[in-house]
């Protein structure tokens, strides 16, 4: 078969309303921080581009990440990048079982070569020669290099894939090892979390389709459009940070008030995800409105920093002479609840700034 | 005699496979393998007991809840502490939400897409499951997924993310309910009750679950779940990997004091159920050591892979015996008279199983949510000890889930964590007696390397390869 079908043909095999298709360009579209002006070139590419076929395997992994994907996107999302990459090869999701299955991977490696994405959730343990995962009798390092010996690019789900996780937690009995130092000659997106938000997994997948080419990555090989940004930046508890509110304990009155966390160990500070925008199950929510600290989970190492519960009161977070809580004790006594107006303001230093000026003034 | 060996499975969650020894088309001898080992009892060693956690939910990423309750409640224990009564029943409806989710998820995704296969056509409800049940593409798992998520909207007004959740702790939980997400949690019930009587169940959850009878349940008739019933009348999916008829729950859902769903074994009555009674067996796991309550175990690979060995699941072991765990097990053991009349019975039985368990929760997620008193307490306070102990036994979806904690100089010294898959896909222990899933395989006449009878055996016990083996 030479002929791929685009990707908007799949998508209205796969009983997809125009009018719906129309709506998940826009819906894309700002997902990605594009303007108004973009849906119709989404919606050209996706009509003229035949579809860009996905192989998605499984390593050393919890298999957070498709459960991730596969129930906290918005529905239309959902439901169109699961059309439209079709998933050619899927370990938790696919009819076929057993050898059919392995079979169906050889199938689509051939038939794609060059051309398709290879999505990689897990990592290979590397110690006594790979045995601690074996897939199809082989282990799984063996599957990851020669699927990927033909990718387009390859994408790492989740903190496995990307950086090792907590199955790379010291002592690593299996010597788990993230993707990129196995795979060396590929282009590598890692999207790191743990699991990543679903809408994030759809977002970089469908600017990769839509664009066929990579989003703009930061250093660590991260889409910039998602990974820009601490949590902090736009925590909606920054207000408390910012006045010196702190939850003390679980459940006490000032967690009641939805205080800060940074004291009860809270990482979203040193965190770059769009937990605090995005937000998980459908924008429901996110750790940080349910009362517990983020434990910074799309950052390298995140498993072994110490204990998660570490109180972070010594760090010197505002560059000059005083910890969260001297600051905290200074502006709740100076101007008391008038900083919360800072609210919007993302970068530390300035909010710094204007605390103080507020303060002086 | 030739030997067979089945897998990858997918669709199921990790990886597994199964080596089978026929003799002219039955099955003699199956063994159990998962292959694959992260060896997360070692990485715990040392560390703050509160890191347990973070650490064990990634386990698995689909019953992590399981297993964030069952580090809470070992923790809990080990400070002997009692969570604040509004926390444990916020728990108790995050951890109920996730086992539904999990439930759904597996008839859905998992076990139904291979009736949908080509190899049943021309069966007369052939149509009707490639139309509800292609995988990824039927009508049914669309619908199934949609609510699924909807569902999940209690994870995230509660638990603040799923999966992996923070907010269950020793004394309760991190987030107190206000108003607002009460009338959010009510709204998010009704319509998930909506669908399961719309579309699984057809009919009022209530009348299902007042089946007393397998006859009864046969004429059932109704929704996807109809559809189901009438496939496991026309391919005999009651005899089809019949159990053991010996089950295990630690009981779900501890509330003051008293599970929602009992606590106990059952081995053709109700059997006094002793955690001390439990042992891991290490002759067929590629694994260092003898047989030890989890209290004394130790997780030590054998790198060589010797055999007799020949997976990396230790076999758990009550009283000396396998046990089958699951929804199944926990509806024997609660007493309900279907699951009764069903014990010991094959597909059919622990799919039943996992129905009626669906059709019971949403009566009980509907009470907690209830119950809920948004000035009261959802945490109590409490110091963890320098030396100590605890155990935290609950029921995951997939059954019974137990953490064994010790604690030395305020850091782990022993962390040993039994799942359900473990006990239902065990290996063979020292009196060479197989694993309930060996047990359910072997004795089955098959009709060549395609077979799907195994595939459903195998499915119906909604196998978790990766928490198996950690």
Redesign the interface.
Known sequence: MSQIETFYEVMRR?GITRRSFMKYCALTASALGLGPAFVPKIAHAMETKPRTPVIWV?G?????????F????H?LA??VV?SMIS?DY?????????????AALEETIQKYKGNYILAVEGNP?L??DG???????KPFVEQLKHAAQHAKAVISWGACASYG???A??????R?TPVHKVITDKPIIKVPG??PIAEVMTGVITYMLTFDRLPELDRQGRPAMFYGQRIHDKCYRRPHFDAGQFVE???DEN??KGYCLYKMGCKGPTTYNA?STV????G??????????C?G?SEDGF?DQG????RLTNIKQFGIEANADQVGMAAAGVVGGAVAVHAAISALKRAQKKTQEKAEG | MTRL???????V???L?VALTLDAGRIVRAEVNA??????E??LMG??P??A???TP?????C?ISQSAAAARALAAAMGLSP?PQ?AAMAALIHAAENV?DHLTHFH?FFM??F??PHYAGRPWHTRAVDRF????GGAQ?AA??A???L??V?????????????I?P??????PGPREKARLTATLRAFRRYLEGVLFGGPLEDFAAIETPEALMRWGRGDLGLFLEIAADLGLEALGRGSGRYLSYGAYPLDERPVFARGAWDGGLRDFDPQDIAEDLSHAWMKGGTRHPWDGVTE?D?A?APPGYS?CKAPRLGGRGHEVGALARQVVDGHPLARAMAGGGVLARVAGRMLELARSQAVMERLVAGIEPGA???A?GALPREGRGAGLVEAARGALGHWLRIEGGRIAGYQIIAPTTWNFSPRDAGGVPGPLEAALEGLEIEG??ALAV?HVVRSFDPCM?CTVH
């Open positions: 796969q499984n050393l992994e919890c298999t957070c990440c498709s459960e991730s596969i129930r906290g996107a529905p959902k439901d699961l998933l899927s370990h938790t999701l696919m009819a076929a079982a057993g050898h059919a299955a392995e343990p110690n006594e045995m601690f995962c074996i897939v199809g009798g996780c907590v199955q937690a010291a002592p690593n009995p299996t788990a743990c699991p304990h679980w459940d967690a009641r937990c937000r998980w199950n459908e429901t929510s996110f750790p940080i409105q349910s009362g517990h600290g434990i989970c498993w204990s998660f519960y570490d | 060996v089945l897998g990858p499975f997918n669709r969650e990790g990886d496979e292959p694959l080992f992260r060896g997360f070692q990485m560390r703050d509160r890191d956690l973070v650490i990634r386990i698995c990423g689909i992590s604040a926390g989710a995704l897409p291979d949908a296969r292609t995988a990824m593409e669309r997924v949609q699924r998520a909807e999940l909207h994870m995230g007004l509660l638990a603040g993310k799923w999966p992996h959740t923070l907010a702790q004394g309760g939980v991190t987030r107190a690979p790198e892979m990396w307490a959802f945490m306070k390397p395609g595939q990766v």
